[in-house]
């Protein structure tokens, strides 16, 4: 069974299916990248929550950043949020994002129960 919460016209912004939570991509405004980034992180929190998840059961994120010049900014906030022992699988990339004052887009896929 598919289940899919906050559906738009657009996007869902999650999709449950066979134990994995598939969050929609997110996006914060800011003025610096880590601004940027501890917003998304707040938005996947609770998006995870609302999925019956956690941090700690995250499997896989991607990140796109629109400038690699901004890859140590990015790790300074990541590394400080990502519990311990839980770190996904990661991949990280520049792409030109879908406005020009956005920094950083973060795509999550996490295990729930």
């Known amino acids: ?46 998006l995870l929550e609302k999925a019956g998840s956690s941090r700690e059961n995250m499997l896989r994120v991607t990140i796109w950043l629109a400038d690699m010049k901004d890859f140590a900014g990015l790790n300074e906030v990541w590394n400080a949020w990502v519990p311990t022992g839980h770190a996904p699988a990661r991949a990280c990339g520049e792409a030109k994002l879908a406005r020009p004052e956005l920094k950083v ?9």
């Open 1 to 46: 069974m598919i289940e899919r919460i906050e559906t738009g016209e657009r996007s869902s912004k999650i999709v449950k299916h066979n134990g994995v939570a598939y969050l929609t991509g997110q996006v914060a405004e800011g003025e610096t990248v880590q601004e940027q980034v501890r917003l998304c992180l707040e938005k996947i929190d609770a």
């Open 105 to 113: 887009e973060f795509i999550v896929d996490a295990a729930y129960d």
